[in-house]
């Protein structure tokens, strides 16, 4: 089953508002993260948070974990139009010797003018 | 630090040819994971490597794919008689040693075509 899962598919704002991504996921994990993607691009990493923290900030990111509910949100201050992109959370579960991350199927953010 | 260094970042191919999709880690990671993306889907795990180890393979098809991380040179990704659904863009990721813990960084992928 798909682990990570964001909500909403696609989110239109403009430029100045704030941007709001959801993500939840159905396993224990040891921390999540969050990327973004440029059309045609390779992801960037952005944030990641622990387990262990509730929450997270970086410039104009704020990020969330809620371990009780399985969900993760992320919050864009201030958006540019050059914060257009998909973004997309991603959980590592380490289950022992291997670490993988298991990717949602992302929001499509477009900050417009 | 030139990061994740990916190549070719396009590839055409025929179907029944061979596809090889060569991967860089930055300097100092030791572990490269590669990641397949179909459009407008999220990226889908493929297979875990460190130097001369496969570590987890779960997410690769059972026929034509394998990949390699020799002791010197960079990790690759090879797919034996590519058919049009192996047509997506394929992402290697590297992390340093101790692997996980830490924010992975992408090359910008190999997109391949399979025509």
């Not at chain 1, 993988?100 to 992302?106: A, M, S």
């Not at chain 2, 590519?82 to 992928?109: K, M």
Request: hydrophobic fraction near 30%; proline fraction near 4%.
């Amino acid at each position: 089953s798909q682990q990570g899962e964001e909500d909403p598919q696609a989110l239109s704002i403009q430029e100045g508002e704030n941007a709001t991504m959801n993500c939840s996921y159905k396993t224990s994990i040891n921390n999540l993260q969050w990327y973004r993607q440029n059309s045609g691009r390779g992801l960037v990493h952005l944030i990641l948070i622990r387990s262990n923290e509730r929450e997270k900030h970086s410039g104009r990111l704020r990020v969330t974990l809620d371990t009780s509910k399985k969900s993760s949100s992320l919050l864009i201050t201030a958006s540019r139009a050059a914060d257009t992109a998909s973004y997309f959370c991603a959980t590592d579960a380490n289950t022992g010797t291997a670490s993988k991350l298991t990717f949602g199927t992302g929001t499509r953010l477009q900050v417009t003018l | 630090n030139a990061g994740v260094m990916q190549n070719p970042r396009h590839l055409v191919r025929r179907r029944g040819q061979e596809a090889r999709l060569r991967c860089s880690p930055m300097k100092g990671h030791s572990h490269v994971y590669w990641y397949r993306q179909l459009p407008e889907e999220g990226l889908k795990f493929m297979v875990y490597l460190q130097k001369e180890n496969i570590i987890d393979e779960s997410g690769m098809p059972k026929e034509r794919f394998s990949a390699e991380f020799p002791k010197e040179g960079p990790s690759i990704l090879r797919i034996q008689q590519v058919v049009r659904g192996d047509s997506a863009a394929y992402f290697c990721a590297s992390s340093p040693p101790g692997g996980f813990g830490y924010g992975y960084t992408f090359g910008s992928g190999t997109r391949l075509t399979v025509v």
